[in-house]
């Protein structure tokens, strides 16, 4: 018996009315595999948010790759790495004693990557030429393997 999740006609119809809204929403007359995914994880996200904390983070994980699609991850990975500078700012000033002299702060990309990873965010290449990153004051140093953030 395979696995799967119980679905009813009303559900497959709601899919349908969402594929088309979204399709028209892009100025398509037809409706194309972008659209059907995107109502997949509309109908996926709703189902799972009405399920008990301990089933719904298995049934993120089990849905992962139809739950991040067309996501942009660039917020998430901002974060993440404005965390981690937070911390190597924080580990100065326990180390020096204060942050006065400190110019700019250094964090290696297998951190961020790992941090990323807890997301299921595989590529950070998108996120390495987006505009947060530049306007966040970050730049990559991939011979050091290091992202640099100025102060």
Do not use: C, W
């Amino acid at each position: 018996h395979g696995q799967g999740v119980p679905i009813a006609v009303r559900h497959i119809e709601s899919m349908i009315r969402m594929s088309e809204a979204h399709a028209r929403m892009h100025l398509r007359q037809n409706v194309i595999q972008e659209d059907v995914d995107m109502a997949i994880r509309v109908l996926l996200d709703s189902f799972i948010s009405t399920q008990k904390f301990g089933v719904q983070k298995a049934l993120q994980k089990s849905f992962k790759k139809y739950m991040t699609f067309k996501k942009d991850f660039n917020g998430i990975v901002l974060h993440l790495l404005n965390q981690l500078v937070k911390e190597a700012l924080r580990f100065e000033e326990i180390v020096s004693g204060s942050r006065k002299n400190v110019t700019h702060v250094d964090v290696k990309m297998d951190d961020l990557q790992n941090k990323a990873l807890d997301y299921g965010i595989t590529d950070l290449k998108p996120f390495f030429i987006s505009s947060a990153f530049k306007s966040g004051n970050f730049v990559l140093d991939e011979e050091r393997r290091v992202i640099r953030h100025d102060l």
